[in-house]
């Protein structure tokens, strides 16, 4: 009986049922599960947390918004990071990649939560652009005081919304939901807008109450 000698990769291909294993050792889905949703954007599916499924709908609804929100706040943040200018350029480009840092962790815990609840967390950035209530920037650079205040409105919208959350999540029981908005969404938005507000004081860099006024 002759002796054949295996050839490199022979074993893989006896594994893969003959078919061509890729050389990354990836092996490729059908390509009818690309595209093929198997759990749609607004169902909720079940978790044993003791909190209804239509309160845990409710709150993932809630949540989606004040994500595109915090999602849409980020990127203005990076954006105004990178366009600062002015005597104030090098504090400003600092607090604004600061609070960019900030909105983006809470985006990851505002996402987390939602999986958490069952739901589906928006991700993709043109279904990002969907939800959001805060406007397009028109994409090149505006004066400062305008970029700032361009900031502290999309805060604002935001913060109304996460209000509301928080009320309703209060009447719904959702008290991990109510916590996150409450803790860390709601405080970290009212400092950051403290913190921008304040560039918007009418103050000379020299103090102008010279001696004997
Ligand atoms: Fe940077």
């Known amino acids: 009986m ?24 990836t092996v490729r889905p059908p390509d009818k599960e690309l595209g093929t949703e198997i759990q749609r954007f607004g169902d909720v599916i079940d978790r044993p947390i003791k909190l209804d499924e239509d309160e845990r709908s409710k709150s993932c609804d809630i949540m989606n918004g004040v994500l595109a929100d915090t999602q ?6 990076k954006k105004h990071h990178w366009l600062m200018r002015g005597h104030t350029f090098y504090q400003l ?9 900030e909105q983006q962790q809470l985006a990851d815990d505002l ?3 939602i999986q958490k609840l ?6 993709d950035p043109r279904h990002v652009a969907e939800l959001t209530d ?10 400062v005081p305008a970029m700032l205040q361009r900031l502290l409105d999309a805060h604002e919208l935001t913060i109304a919304r996460v209000r509301d959350g928080i009320e309703k999540t209060d009447d ?16 970290t938005n ?21 001696a004997g006024d």
């Open 93 to 101: 480009h600092l607090l604004l990649d600061k609070h960019a840092e």
């Open 190 to 210: 009212e400092t950051h807008v403290w913190y921008i507000a304040e560039h918007l004081v009418d103050t000379p860099v020299v103090d102008g109450m010279a």
């Open 72 to 77: 849409i706040l980020y990127a203005l943040y």
């Open 172 to 187: 719904g029981d959702d008290q991990g939901t109510n916590d996150l908005l409450v803790s860390q969404v709601l405080r």
């Open 111 to 113: 996402a987390e939560r």
């Open 134 to 143: 805060i406007p397009r920037p028109p994409d090149g650079a505006e004066s």
């Open 2 to 25: 002759a002796i054949t000698k295996s050839r490199p990769g022979a074993s893989a291909a006896a594994a893969t049922n003959g078919k061509k294993k890729p050389s990354n050792g």
């Open 118 to 123: 069952g739901g589906i967390a928006v991700g």
